[in-house]
């Protein structure tokens, strides 16, 4: 298990940027497939995006498609969420997971898959 810190989160207007980033403690997050989920108040956290540990596949909600880019930099133990053209229905707290089976170009969309997790980044998109 690693630790995870997320940051970058922040108030944006609508149409606006941000990046957030997840930075591990250990090289063992290299290992594994690293993706973002998103919560707001009363609902359950959702997939956002993910990458495999080796950068060759990457997926991403629809609701984020073609908006969000996720990334990673194996020298800064560290991968990144460029969100661009941003909704108030962004508006969430964003957490960075990792998990999985190591070195598996696997894909996972559900929270309970991952282990390790961040205490999360809070964006706020308003109107």
């Known amino acids: 298990q690693v630790q995870l810190i997320e940051s970058g989160g922040g108030l944006v207007q609508a149409g606006g940027s941000l990046r957030l980033s997840c930075t591990a403690s250990?090289?063992?997050?290299?290992?594994?497939?690293t993706t973002w989920f998103r919560q707001t108040s009363g609902k359950e956290r959702e997939f956002v995006a993910a990458?495999?540990?080796?950068?060759?596949?990457?997926d991403y909600a629809l609701s984020v498609k073609g908006r969000f880019s996720i990334s990673r930099d194996d020298v800064k133990n560290s991968v990144y969420l460029q969100m661009s053209s941003l909704k108030p229905e962004d508006t969430a707290n964003y957490y960075c997971?990792?998990?999985?089976?190591?070195?598996?170009?696997?894909?996972?969309?559900?929270?309970?898959?991952?282990?390790?997790w961040g205490q999360g980044t809070l964006v706020t998109v308003s109107s």
């Open positions: 990458i495999t540990w080796d950068g060759r596949l990457t």
């Open positions: 997971a990792a998990g999985g089976t190591a070195f598996s170009r696997s894909i996972y969309y559900t929270p309970n898959e991952y282990s390790s």
């Open positions: 250990g090289r063992t997050f290299l290992q594994y497939t």
